[in-house]
């Protein structure tokens, strides 16, 4: 039986379940397991897992909540942030993408995939929170693009993007923390 307190939580670790059960810890990892092949707990990496009941209702915001949780920290970002704020014709459904200071990664969970781009620490700003989770205001996320466009690391779709939505001083504010090469392809494609 799943203790209602794990039923109100976005996700939950071993640790929560070995406390709202009141269970030793391994007992607590041999019924995450359990639950898990039983389909009712849907494991989005080590030791973090979410109700199936749950990840089956998630709206949009939830998977945003629950990236910035998998990876701390982190903020949603570049087409996924673009796309939240109606600046690119781009829908990704499955796909979350965000900034994170630590590394490199992709999780996927029932066809669901958080990926992170890893920056440096002075390219971590300009991003608020907004309905419990981080996101990145439109001209960040468009410059998170540009950026791991311009270095090889990023696809970035730029016939997709409505550039007339964006701040165009924000973007000159911003860009300065950018290397030159940044700067340049902007000029080259935006004339920025």
């Not at 939580?9 to 391994?26: G, H, M, N, S, Y």
């Not at 781009?90 to 900034?99: A, K």
């Not at 669901?112 to 309905?131: D, P």
């Amino acid at each position: 039986m799943i203790p209602d307190v794990l039923r109100q939580r976005l996700f939950f670790r071993a640790e929560d379940v070995a406390t709202a059960c009141q269970i030793k810890l391994p007992s607590a990892h041999v019924f995450c397991s359990r639950y898990m092949r039983r389909g009712e707990f849907v494991r989005v990496k080590k030791d973090f897992y979410v109700l199936d009941r749950n990840w089956e209702r998630f709206a949009r915001e939830d998977y945003f909540r629950l990236s910035n949780f998998l990876e701390v920290p982190s903020y949603v970002s570049c087409l996924t942030a673009l796309s939240f704020f109606g600046i690119t014709t781009q829908v990704q459904r499955d796909l979350n993408e965000s900034i994170s200071i630590k590394r490199s990664a992709t999780m996927e969970a029932r066809g669901v995939a958080f990926h992170y781009h890893k920056v440096k620490s002075r390219l971590f700003f300009g991003f608020t929170r907004q309905e419990g989770f981080f996101i990145a205001c439109p001209e960040k996320a468009f410059l998170d693009g540009a950026y791991l466009e311009a270095i090889g690391r990023y696809p970035l779709d730029w016939s997709s993007l409505d550039l007339d939505a964006l701040d165009k001083a924000r973007i000159k504010e911003f860009v300065a923390m950018f290397p030159e090469r940044v700067k340049a392809r902007l000029t080259q494609t935006c004339g920025i």
